[in-house]
C-alpha cells in the first residue's frame, strides 16, 4: 500500500464549552474512532404512478462519532473517563477535536474540531478471556465541522 497510515496516529480531545484558550483533554488507549461525517439526508420525491421510490439529497448534516477505546474503568488510572460520564449524565455540550497524523512520524496532524455532547457511554465486556471495550458515543450539535486549513503539530497533549 503506497500513502496511508496506520490507526495509531489518530488522536480525540475535548474541552468545556466557554473555556479560553481552550485546554484539550486527551482520550486514551483508543481503537477505532468512526465518524463524525457530513452526510446529505434523504428526501422523497416519489409521485403518483412513479413504480419506485425515487429520492434526492436534502441538507446535509452531521453523524454521530463514535469512539472505541480500550476500557479502564480505575479513576486512578484513566483521568478522562469521570469527566465523560458527567458529560453523558449532563447532556452538557464540549468541544470535540480529532486529529490525524499526516506523517508517519506522527510529529505532524491535521484536525477536525465540532461542538456536541456525549449521547451514550457503553462497555462492551465481550466473552471471559476478550479485551473490555467502551464506546463513547458523541451527537454533534452544530452544523459547524472545520478541518485545520494546514497539518502541524498536536493540539492535544
Known amino acids: 500500500m503506497q500513502g496511508g497510515y496506520l490507526n495509531n496516529g489518530i488522536r480525540v480531545g475535548y474541552a468545556p464549552l466557554g473555556q479560553s484558550p481552550i485546554q484539550w483533554r486527551r482520550i486514551t488507549q483508543i481503537v477505532s474512532v468512526d465518524g463524525p461525517n457530513v452526510e446529505p439526508r434523504e428526501v422523497d420525491i416519489t409521485v403518483h404512478g412513479d413504480r419506485f421510490q425515487r429520492t434526492m439529497p436534502g441538507l446535509p448534516g ?23 460520564l458527567n458529560y453523558e449524565s449532563s447532556l452538557a455540550e464540549a468541544h470535540w477535536r480529532i486529529e490525524y497524523a499526516t506523517n508517519r512520524e506522527m510529529t505532524k496532524f491535521r484536525g477536525r474540531e465540532f461542538i456536541g455532547y456525549v449521547s451514550a457511554v457503553r462497555i462492551l465486556a465481550g466473552d471471559p478471556g476478550e479485551r473490555m471495550l467502551m464506546e463513547v458515543i458523541v451527537k454533534p450539535s452544530t452544523p459547524d465541522f472545520v478541518w485545520d486549513p494546514a497539518a502541524g503539530p498536536s493540539e492535544i497533549p
Not at 66 to 81: E, F, G, I, K, S
Open 62 to 84: 452531521l453523524t454521530n462519532m463514535t469512539v472505541r477505546v480500550m476500557a479502564d474503568l480505575d479513576p486512578a488510572t484513566n483521568l478522562w473517563l469521570d469527566d465523560i
